[in-house]
């Protein structure tokens, strides 16, 4: 399992699903991905795997992952990359068909750099894991596609795609079960990972230029960190 962090949940899941081996895995160090640890392993007794640089945050952990490491999870063989950004620790777990993404990547989104991050890093890992294939599904650490879309179709009103893809998001339900879009979705809806795009860049312009960072010369970077700050802002007029 990744982040159980309701571990009521996680623990009757397995309960149920009655594994040989159970593993958890940590994406980083944030509270609400490592809060349900503790009951989790007194309750299983499993293994955690989490970010070799994770000592420091106040979670066990049994196994200490590096970037390029190679990991079996139910199953799934796992190449873990460190995505550092939003925290400094974060990871992301690749397996053939899904991305578990932590909260580098959210649908219509991605995370902030509010607590203990670092916005130059976070565009770093988004372009050097922007060769990832496109058929990959993502698996995010939240679900904040509603408020998420809202911005993306708030700086593209234009878009009649994204306008569905937001209305979709809002009539979502926890029983439909997970939202678990392609890369190649997400780079179709997703302003964070089109920073090389020059209509994201000509918008921010004219929506957000005092975001834009002349000190920044990499147009990408300046383009996708105008973009979070914008995210920081905007406010979401609907749920
Ligand atoms: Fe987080």
């Given at each position: 399992m990744v982040d159980p962090v309701d571990a009521g949940v996680a623990i009757r899941a397995v309960r149920q699903l009655n594994p040989a081996r159970v593993r958890i895995l940590v994406t980083h160090g944030h509270p609400d991905h490592i809060a349900g640890n503790d009951e989790v392993v007194a309750a299983l007794g499993c293994e955690v795997l989490a970010p070799a640089v994770a000592a420091r945050w106040p979670t066990r952990h049994d196994v200490g992952l590096r970037d390029g490491d190679r990991i079996e999870l139910g199953g799934e063989p796992l190449e873990i990359r460190y995505a550092p950004g939003?925290?400094?620790d974060h990871l992301i777990a690749i397996a053939d068909s899904f991305v578990a993404s932590g909260d580098l990547w959210f649908v219509g989104g991605c995370g902030h750099?509010?607590?203990?991050?670092?916005l130059p890093s976070l565009f770093d890992s988004f372009r050097r894991m922007s060769?990832?294939?496109?058929?990959l599904r993502i698996l995010p650490g939240h679900h904040y596609a509603s408020q998420n879309l809202a911005f993306c179709a708030d700086l593209f009103p234009e878009d009649e795609a994204l306008a569905a893809r937001l209305t979709a998001a809002r009539s979502w339900?926890?029983?439909?079960?997970p939202w678990l879009p392609t890369l190649d979705e997400e780079r179709a809806f997703n302003p964070f990972h089109r920073f090389a795009d020059p209509r994201v860049e000509a918008r921010l312009k004219t929506r957000y230029a005092d975001l834009l960072d002349p000190t920044l010369r990499d147009p990408e970077e300046r383009t996708f960190s105008a973009l979070r700050r914008a995210r920081d802002l905007f406010v979401a007029t609907a749920p």
């Open positions: 939003h925290t400094d750099t509010r607590a203990g991050g670092h060769a990832l294939p496109g058929h339900r926890r029983e439909d079960g």
